[in-house]
């Protein structure tokens, strides 16, 4: 099972929120063995949407900013970092999420470095994949 961090951020504001919302609703259930569950965010409506059970044997992945924390880590099997150029990141957000998100670009890179800056989620990572355009290279730690 995936969970992408996209579908739970609260809006433009809600990176920290979205990052204790992950550790406490879905990784610290299930690491003391009960189910998580976590709540999707309706961007549509900008209103909380309908809650979503992960299951204690599933195998799951949590992706997106703020997945990989000093917290989150300590309950999770592994830790992947994608490092991927700022500008190739911001050209893949506008070509999905298009004129949605091209006003809150730069809002977001500002929690997104805050976070950064803060959580260093690289530096807990087991391995790092880097982006190139010659494909990926992975790396231990």
């Known amino acids: 099972m995936v969970v992408r961090l996209d579908d739970i951020y609260p809006g433009w504001d809600g ?3 979205a990052v204790d919302h992950i550790r406490t609703a879905v990784l610290e259930p299930r690491a003391a063995g009960r189910p998580g569950r976590w709540r999707r965010w309706d961007w549509t409506t900008g209103t909380p949407g309908g809650w979503h059970d992960v299951d204690t044997d599933a195998r799951l992945i949590v992706e997106g900013v703020g997945a990989l924390t000093a917290a989150n880590r300590a309950l999770a099997d592994l830790g992947i970092w994608v490092q991927t150029a ?3 990141r ?3 957000a506008l070509l999905r999420d298009g004129d ?4 809150h670009w730069d809002q977001w890179a500002a929690l997104e470095d805050d976070h950064l800056a803060r ?6 990572a087991d391995w ?3 982006e ?9 730690g």
């Open 128 to 130: 790092t994949m880097t």
């Open 100 to 103: 949605m998100y091209r006003p």
């Open 119 to 124: 959580h260093r989620p690289q530096s807990l």
């Open 86 to 88: 700022d500008a190739e």
């Open 15 to 17: 990176l920290a929120w």
């Open 132 to 140: 190139t355009p010659a494909g990926p290279i992975w790396t231990p």
């Open 90 to 92: 911001k050209r893949r």
